[in-house]
């Protein structure tokens, strides 16, 4: 599997981003699909997961509300939907993809900046 990254960009607080993640290669419903992010000087940290099927969406404490992760099957693709962003949130965001029942995240995608200015 690979993935492939888009939507970073500069903004200013309180806009809005999506960030997008495209996969070649076979997925499963069971499979787990995430973002994570590190900002400069910190180590990286998760952001938001959910399994390819559709279930059980978790977000960090962070973000949680503001932030949604969401799929489409048929695109193969899936996404972070980013509101009311914050400077905090700049980083460089990664998607990730782990095979059922992996505990680790096998595949990574090349990373995205995302800028928030105020």
């Known amino acids: 599997v690979q993935l492939q990254a888009s939507g970073g960009g500069s903004v200013q607080t309180g806009d809005s981003l999506r960030l997008s993640c495209v996969a070649s290669?076979?997925?499963?419903?069971?499979?787990?699909v995430g973002w994570f992010r590190q900002a400069p000087g910190k180590e990286r940290e998760f952001v938001a997961s959910?399994?390819?099927?559709?279930?059980?969406?978790r977000y960090a404490d962070s973000v949680e509300g503001r932030f949604t992760i969401s799929r489409d099957i048929r695109k193969k693709t899936h996404y972070l939907h980013m509101n009311s962003l914050k400077p905090e949130d700049t980083a460089v965001y990664f998607c990730?993809?782990?095979?059922?029942?992996?505990?680790?995240?096998?595949?990574w995608g090349q990373g995205t900046q995302v800028t928030v200015s105020s």
């Open positions: 990730a993809m782990k095979g059922p029942g992996r505990n680790e995240y096998d595949y």
């Open positions: 290669g076979r997925t499963f419903s069971s499979s787990v």
């Open positions: 959910m399994l390819w099927g559709g279930q059980t969406a």
